[in-house]
């Protein structure tokens, strides 16, 4: 039962340009999500994140939307760059001070020079 | 910034062996996460613990154990060792009230032949 989905497995974007990762989640004890980033043979790297009670969070290039109502959130890179290149995972967990977080299957993501 | 610490990076082992898996949180992260991911799949938890006590459970088989020491550093001990469970072993930390994200090390690659 796959709670969190990303239904790209693979995005090509040219540098410069938006990329534009999407997820969908199930579960609506969810309350916060949170994008990371995986380089082969390395450990998820956190990259933002964004509680419930908001629907936009912006850190430089990279902004997270999410739509509660229709339990999706998308990750936007502006401008897209080559070192951008990586597999992107899409998580979530519930609230309090700790909670498991439950990853979605990831899309990789290769920006073209 | 200390960053999570673990080791080994890899391990062979045969089938039915055991291992030892270890993980070293960030200084003053009280909560350590395991995760396993097979190849081509997503992160998976599989238990985390909270001050030196379970915390959470999930998908860990009655195969595996683990437990977290006084200084915070968190063992993962898995017995009689099948091929099903060569995977990248992740661990990640969390100081509980802080912040909701997990930092995660760069994990141990365990090969079972």
């Known amino acids: 039962d796959q709670q969190v989905k990303q239904n790209s497995p693979s995005l090509s974007v040219q540098e410069g340009r938006i990329s534009i990762l999407n997820c969908d989640y199930t579960n609506s004890m969810f309350d916060y999500f949170l994008w990371y980033k995986k380089y082969p043979a390395e450990g998820p790297t956190f990259l933002i994140s964004i509680s419930s009670i908001k629907d936009k969070n912006e850190d430089g290039r990279f902004t997270v939307f999410l739509n509660k109502s229709a339990k999706h959130l998308s990750l936007h890179i502006v401008p897209s760059q080559p070192g951008d290149s990586a597999v992107y995972f899409c998580?979530?967990?519930?609230?309090?001070?700790?909670?498991?977080?439950?990853f979605g299957t990831g899309t990789k993501l290769q920006v073209i020079p | 910034a200390a960053g999570v610490i673990q080791s080994p990076r890899h391990l062979i082992k045969e089938k039915r062996e055991t291992a030892t898996l270890k993980c070293y949180p960030i200084?003053?992260?009280?909560?350590v996460y395991w995760y396993q991911q097979g190849p081509g799949q997503d992160p998976q938890f599989l238990i985390s613990f909270y001050e030196k006590m379970q915390s959470d459970k999930g998908s860990i088989p009655d195969r595996f154990s683990a437990q977290q020491f006084s200084d915070y550093h968190s063992e993962l001990n898995m017995s009689s060792l099948e091929l099903g469970d060569s995977a990248l072993y992740f661990c990640a930390s969390h100081r509980r009230g802080a912040s909701n994200e997990q930092f995660f090390g760069p994990g141990t690659r365990l090969t079972v032949l």
């Open positions: 998580a979530a967990s519930g609230s309090g001070g700790y909670q498991k977080v439950t």
């Open positions: 200084p003053r992260h009280d909560t």
